[in-house]
């Protein structure tokens, strides 16, 4: 038995309709929805430590009755499902009400520790806010935000969570390459659950419409439910609550560099107000490190949404967010003060993190140089991100005095072995000086490398990996996907035998759909 506390849909204004015909919703921060009924709700996979999270006992996920409420075909007692309504800025531009065309939440569980999870459904059919589309989603693009919601749990990285991958039975019709070939896809729908799904989009679409009485309901109700740290009657309170947003934006994208995470499609509506990263798309891990990689082709052109530019667009988006928030401030300088807030956050963690993962006992200028460098090099020899800092953080022994042996001894990580070639010189000086900066003479060899395994993951879900487990579901196999979990939630031992979730990008990847590239269909 699950407790349910729906606050969202009691405490805020809901939208009278309670069809699922596709309009503007004024005045109201949800619409009531049903999910539609699947062919054959199956559960493929699940994450036993959110079932846990939420009051589910070990077995509850064998029973038929699990696949139907994570379906969508069956409530359980208490849930009372919504659709939110929000806006958002795509691709700088200004997009109006965009809202839960595809996702619904089913209610909020308060579980025997006291800690609220909503469970929210993705693909379970149309809302108002469904526009032009169906409310589906695909399994392939199921499966990566499964898989990736839990990766980067277990990574460390603030982020929504997941339940469950339930295939439908029914086919989806999507246009993978928007180049006029639909095809018919297998459904599934994902079980989502964080302690809040609220985005700046929530505030946006309230601003824009000029209804400043369902923006300070919308903050109020946010500050009270999310945020029980800051006291609802402290007449400061939008102002600790904005600068505490721009806090965790800040720390929740430097994870995103140190793990070489690429989201893809960083719009204002994808951006949560705690600070998690959500909305797992086009999404994508660094396999060469390219910092103006991005995995979306959708945004190939401008390549806004590419690795390096996610600190300034994070930062823009907090200036959305803020424009949004300006009705609930007589004085703009608090919010100034917040943006200032991420900017400085952001350096202090970003050069923290840097120095965690070249392993500096600090990061003085000599430092900040040797990682620029090094950094560059990588970039410039089509190196693989997570196995250079891995290989320097397994590094044991003297760095060899021969070249070639050297740079040898960093492993299989280079994309393009005739550029290793013409810079082996280079990188082994380059190692040389970096083994002298992390040894100083006052240092404990192995605590340094035991820190510097905890900063630099062995695993991560590389596109290539996350396809091999969609092309094996898709196949009826369901047992790479479960292989593959199960390695991400230890992503940084070294678990002997599992090499193969562990190596660089095969060739066959480098252009594969799904593997290097991907667009918004989903
Ligand atoms: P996303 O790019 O996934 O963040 O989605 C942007 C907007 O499009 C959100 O309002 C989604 O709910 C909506 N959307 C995306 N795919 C679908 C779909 N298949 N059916 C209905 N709405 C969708
Ligand atoms: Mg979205």
Redesign the pocket.
Known sequence: MLTFDNRFVRELPGDPLESNERRQVLGAAWSAVRPTAVAKPTLLAHAREVAELVGFGPSDHESQRFAEVFGGNALLTGMQPYAMCYGGH?FGNWAGQ??????MSLGEVVNARGERWELQLKGAG?TP???T?????VLRSSIREFLCSEAMHHLGVPTTRALSVVTTGEPVLRDMFYDGNPQLEPGAVVCRVAPSFIRFGNFEIATARGDESLLRQLADFTIARDFPQIDAADPMRYARWFHEVCTRTATMIVHWMRVGFVHG?M?T??MSVLGLTI?Y?PYGFLDDFDPHWTPNTTDAGGRRYRYANQPAIAQWNLERFADALRPLFSDIEPLREGLGAYVERFNAEYRAMLAAKFGFPDFDAAHESLAQEGLAWLNEVEGDYTLFFRALSDWQGEIPTDDAAAVAALGDMFYAPTKRDAQTAAVAAWLRRWQAARFAPSVDVAATRAAMQRANPRFVPRNYLAQQAIDAATAGDASVLHALLDTLRRPYDAQPGREAFAAKRPDWARHKAGCSMLS?S?
């Open positions: 795509q965009l809202g839960d065309g595809r996702a149309p806010y469904s526009r589309a169906d409310g589906r989603a499609v719009n509506d994808n909305d798309g918004c989903s």
